[in-house]
């Protein structure tokens, strides 16, 4: 797709990638400054720019998801080095691994709603009061 495009529309697009507004990104293309908001908008309908968005889109997810998973089996290799351990420091070391994990989609289901005012208790809560 991108070699379908002229140097300033991928210039525009490389722009809004950098968190510019449609018109800095027109204006920082060379596009002049005079129809600057009437050619953003023109640009963002050119169905080519739109797949070049959607494809840079795409490809950011999938670099974002390697990364949590890195960052989940490191917090997890953590957390298990944590177990193994458990000296008071560790705690400091827990809460990370927890808002790492958690951050990248891994958080434990806390409460599960069954309608109306009623409640299920998560499992480690019902094992904790039996073995009480």
């Given at each position: 797709m991108s070699n379908e495009l002229n140097v300033k529309q991928m210039k525009f697009i490389d722009n809004l990638f950098q968190g510019m507004g449609q018109r800095n990104a027109y204006v920082g293309a060379g596009y002049t400054e005079k129809t600057a908001d009437q050619g953003a908008c023109q640009l963002l309908r050119n169905t080519k720019i739109q797949e070049e968005i959607k494809r840079r889109l795409i490809d950011i997810e999938g670099r974002n998801r390697i990364r949590l998973g890195r960052i989940s089996e490191t917090a997890?290799?953590?957390?298990?080095?944590?177990?193994?351990?458990?000296?008071?420091?560790?705690?400091?070391?827990?809460?990370?691994?927890?808002?790492?994990?958690?951050?990248?989609?891994?958080?434990?289901?806390?409460?599960?709603?069954?309608?109306?005012?009623?409640?299920?208790?998560?499992?480690?809560?019902?094992?904790?009061k039996r073995d009480k």
């Open positions: 997890l290799k953590e957390l298990l080095s944590i177990l193994g351990k458990g000296t008071p420091d560790d705690r400091v070391r827990l809460d990370a691994v927890k808002d790492a994990l958690d951050r990248a989609g891994l958080k434990p289901v806390e409460k599960i709603a069954i309608g109306g005012d009623k409640e299920l208790e998560p499992l480690t809560v019902i094992i904790r």
